[in-house]
């Protein structure tokens, strides 16, 4: 500081304001949108969703429903089988159906696949011993497909190399027989 002056000579101090603030501003608040209006809006926008959650963006169609209730019903199918086999009932807990059907949905207009696709992919995972117990749900089933498919494939053709050609018996000509 310079003698007899209160300002300092390094005019890039810091200093603190203590100001108050107004609590009660004159805009008003922006109001929630109403849920019965958003349910609508979201109806409006995917006229055949049957299930469907507008917070979550999530929804399906009767077909999409459908075929989440028949994986569910293979995934209890299961269950009522380890039952029968081990004795206790146990029954897995329900699903959301929004989201399953959401994932149908997903399957069917982002990945291209069709419903029959995603019920046959789910049949040949039922048939496997080592993915039967990790696919339980169509979250699961489209995380995996391109697995599923690699690992699975199609039913396999199997054919017998005698089918092909007759067995040959003749001995090779310098073998003893």
């Known amino acids: ?51 469907f959650s507008a917070k979550k963006r999530q929804w399906g169609s009767q077909e999409d429903l459908a075929c989440a209730q028949w994986i569910w019903g293979r995934i209890v199918s299961l269950y009522e089988q380890a039952a029968s086999d081990d004795g206790e009932i146990t029954r897995p807990k329900e699903p959301n159906w929004t989201a399953w059907a959401n994932d149908v949905r997903t399957m069917r207009m982002l990945d291209g696949r069709s419903h029959r696709q995603i019920c046959e992919m789910f049949g040949r995972v039922q048939r496997d011993p080592f993915w039967v117990k990790n696919i339980m749900s169509p979250s699961k089933l489209r995380e995996k497909w391109d697995d599923l498919v690699i690992r699975l494939g199609r039913s396999p053709v199997q054919c017998c190399v005698n089918h092909i050609s007759e067995p040959d018996t003749e001995i090779p000509p310098g073998f003893r027989g």
């Open 1 to 51: 500081m310079s003698s007899g002056s209160k300002w300092p000579d390094d005019l890039t101090e810091n200093t603190t304001e203590i100001t108050t603030e107004n609590k009660n501003t004159s805009r008003p608040e922006a109001s929630q949108p109403d849920p019965q209006t958003a349910e609508q809006d979201f109806l409006t926008r995917h006229p055949d969703a049957v299930v």
